[in-house]
């Protein structure tokens, strides 16, 4: 079973700065099948990242993903005030089929 | 636009059964796998149970196997969850999700189901 730690589980920042999340697997994740979302409060999750690097339909380029293997990265250019929430990330393919991170919350400094 | 409506959920007694509905509209269901998703409260997302589109293909977290059962209704565009023999910790906000190549792309607002005498 693949575990997804993430790293820091807060992150206190402020509006303008950059945010970097850490995602990491406790074994190699096949074919750069890692996902990111954001949720805020009382909403559903909402897909940012899929295969590691690529952005959803709809999401600003101020979110990117990179990473390879068992160590992956969202950063979040410049943080505008509706991206304060958390954020998970999400394997596939080994058995349990599907992995959530435990979660970072980004919240204002 | 895809839209994902659940149903279902409530207050139900520790062993007690309820059924979990997914209502889907904006896309053709019958093309598409789904996922059901959970969240504990003040806690982080468990995937609980997938489907493939034709129904063939079931699959379960370990955690609910042989309790729960993820089945589909194509010709209704609806997605279901039988949730049996249920335990406090199955306590959660539960998710209806499309399932995309390896993730999730369109979610329901979610159902709220607890579990408690």
């Known amino acids: 079973e693949i575990v997804l730690t993430q790293s820091p589980g807060t992150l206190s920042l402020s509006p303008g700065e950059r945010a970097t999340l850490s995602c990491r697997a406790s074994?190699?994740?096949?074919?750069?099948?890692l996902a990111w979302y954001q949720q805020k409060p009382g909403q559903a999750p909402r897909l940012l990242i899929y295969g590691a690097s690529s952005r959803a339909t709809g999401i600003p380029d101020r979110f990117s993903g990179s990473g390879s293997g068992t160590d992956f990265t969202l950063t979040i250019s410049r943080l505008e005030p509706e991206d304060f929430a958390v954020y998970y990330c999400q394997q596939y393919g080994s058995s349990p089929l599907f992995t959530f991170g435990p979660g970072t919350k980004v919240d204002i400094k | 636009e895809v839209q994902l409506l659940e149903s279902g959920g409530g207050l139900v007694q520790p062993g007690g059964s309820l059924r979990l509905s997914c209502a889907a509209s904006?896309?053709?269901?019958?093309?598409?796998?789904m996922s059901w998703v959970r969240q504990a409260p003040g806690k982080g997302l468990e995937w609980v149970s997938a489907?493939?589109?034709?129904?063939?293909?079931?699959y379960y977290a370990e955690s609910v196997k042989g309790r729960f059962t993820i089945s589909r209704d194509n010709s209704k565009n609806t997605l279901f969850l039988q949730m049996n023999s249920l335990r406090a910790e199955d306590t959660a906000v539960y998710y209806c999700a499309r399932w995309y190549s390896h993730y999730f792309d369109y979610w329901g607002q979610g159902t709220l189901v607890t579990v408690s005498s």
């Open positions: 074994q190699s994740v096949s074919n750069s099948y």
């Open positions: 489907i493939s589109s034709s129904g063939s293909g079931t």
């Open positions: 904006g896309l053709t269901f019958s093309n598409y796998a």
